[in-house]
C-alpha cells in the first residue's frame, strides 16, 4: 500500500513539473510572437532593401510638360513613391529622400543612358526622411529629429546598409519638421529648422538654418541665419559661395500675400524677420507690434505668394546655353492656400538682377488639377538636371541640344 502511496505522488509530482514547463513554454512563445511597437524609431530599419525594375522612360509621354526651345524633358525614372530631396553620389548614382513614405531610394545608372536602371529601398520606416547630402562617400540622411549616416553608400546600398546617428539633437515638432541638408564649401552640414506653426514668435529652436560639424565626436550646432520660416532648399553661389535659400511665406492673408521669397545670407547671423515683416520689410499684421522692419534683412526677391518654393540649384554646368550659367533654378511645389492654383512649376532667378521667367511648365491642366508637384533640384555630371515630383513619384531628366 505504502509503495502504490508513492508511486501515486511521483505521477502527481511529474503531471505538476509537465503542467508547468508547458506554461513557460507557451509563455515564452507567446512573448516572441508579440509585435514590435512602431514607435520605436532607434533601431536599424526593420523592412530590407528591395529592387525594382524601372519601366521605359518613354511611357507615359511627357509632351504636357513645356520647356524654352531645344530643351527636351524625359523620365530619369519612375515609380520611385515620394520623391523629394535628391543628392548625386559617385558614378553618377542618385540618392532620394521622402516624408511620408519613410524611405531613402538609390537610383543608379549604370549603362550611363541618362536613366535610372533600378530603383533600390537603402532604408525604410524612417521619421520624415526628407533631406540627403553626399559627402567622401557617405550618404547622410534628416529625419525630423536627427542625422544619420550611411557609411560608404555606393558599395552597400544593395546590401542592407546600416547606419550610424552622427547628430540626434534636433527639434521633435513635426509641423514643418522635414529637414532639408546640404554640405556647404566650409564642410559643415547645414540643416533648416521650419517654424512649429503657421505663424508663431517661437524662434528658441525654430526659424533658422543651423550647421553642424557631423565628423566631430561631439558635434554641436551654430545658428547661420534666424527669422525663416521654413526654408526646404538651399545652395551656395558658384561665383562667391555665398549661401541663397528659399523661404515660403505664411498663409491665410490671402491670395495675394505674402509673397514666398530668395533670399541671400552672404554672412552669418542675419535675421529675416519672420514672424514680424515679410517680403520688402511689410509688417505683418498680427505679429509686427512695436517691431521696426527696417531692422530686418529682406528678400533678395519676392516670388510669387504660395507657390511653395521649395529646392534651388545654381546651374553651373556646361549643357546648357551660356546664359543659363549661374542661374537659378527654383522647384516651385505649388498652392493650398490659394484659390487659384498657383506654382507647379521650375522657375529661374538671374541673382544679379532678380528677374525671373518660367522654364517647365505644364503640370497644371486648365481646370487647375495637378498631375506633378516638382520639390527638388539636382545638377548631373553631364549638365543635365534632374527634377523630383512627390505627387507622380518621378523624376524627369531635362536636356539641352541644340
Sequence with gaps: MKKKINIIIVLICITVLVIISYKYIYLLQSFRNMPV???????QPKTYPSIVKLPDQSDPDLSYLSVPEGFSVTYYAKDVPGARSLTLGVNGTVYVGTRQTGAVYALPDENNDGRADARYVVASGLNSPNGVAYKNGDLYVSEIHRIIKFENIGSTYRKNPNYDVVYDQLP?????GWRYIAFGPDGLLYIGIGMPCNICDDQDEYGRI????VGSENPGFEVYALGIRNTVGFDWSPVDQTLWFTDNGRDWLGDGLPPDELNHAPVKDLNFGFPYCYGNNIPDPQF???RNCSNYSPPFTNLDPHVAALGMKFYRGDMFPDQYKNQIFIAQHGSWNSSVSVGYRVE???PATGNRREFLS??????GNASGRPVDILEMNDGSLLVSDDKAGALYRITYRP
Excluded at 172 to 176: D, I, S, V
Excluded at 210 to 213: A, E, Q, S
Design 37 to 43: 511597437s512602431t514607435e520605436i524609431i532607434d533601431t
Design 172 to 176: 521633435t515638432e513635426t509641423h514643418h
Design 210 to 213: 543651423i550647421r553642424v560639424d
Design 288 to 290: 509686427s507690434t512695436n
Design 348 to 350: 529661374i532667378v538671374d
Design 362 to 367: 505644364g503640370f497644371l491642366d486648365e481646370s
